[in-house]
Nanobody
Framework: QVQVMESGGGLVQAGGSLRLSCTASALTLSFDDYAMGWFRQAPGKEREGLSCISWSGTSTTYADSVKGRFTISRDNAKDTLYLQMNSLKPEDTAMYYC?????????????????WGQGTQVTVSS
């Protein structure tokens, strides 16, 4: 059974940093056959695409809301995806999700992803 698991969330003060990690196991294909994405969902809001990275790691895309503050990366040798989050703001508070897709090279659309993790909570205090 495919397992996608996020870690690294927590409570941080505004202006601080966190690094999220995501591992995937039992995927149908190899980890490096999948484009990967980070999403978040705050209470009462729709799930929002933040960033995606191509299977090779050479192409990335960011939502305007996080551009310049967040950095996505991946280590295919470790089957791990990362999201470095700097200059965090209270409005970044949300559940953060990792997702994998073998259908597109990189996308910020929820519908394009096949596999999802359970999420890790990020809370930014003012």
């Amino acid at each position: 059974q495919v397992q996608v698991m996020e870690s690294g969330g927590g409570l941080v003060q505004a202006g601080g940093s966190l690094r999220l990690s995501c591992t995937a196991s039992a995927l149908t294909l190899s980890f490096d056959d999948y484009a990967m994405g980070w999403f978040r969902q705050a209470p009462g809001k729709e799930r929002e695409g933040l960033s995606c990275i191509s299977w090779s790691g050479t192409s990335t895309t960011y939502a305007d809301s996080v551009k310049g503050r967040f950095t996505i990366s991946r280590d295919n040798a470790k089957d791990t995806l990362y999201l470095q989050m700097n200059s965090l703001k209270p409005e970044d508070t949300a559940m953060y999700y990792c997702a994998a897709t073998d259908g597109v090279w990189c996308s910020l659309l929820v519908r394009d992803y096949n596999y999802w993790g359970q999420g890790t909570q990020v809370t930014v205090s003012s």
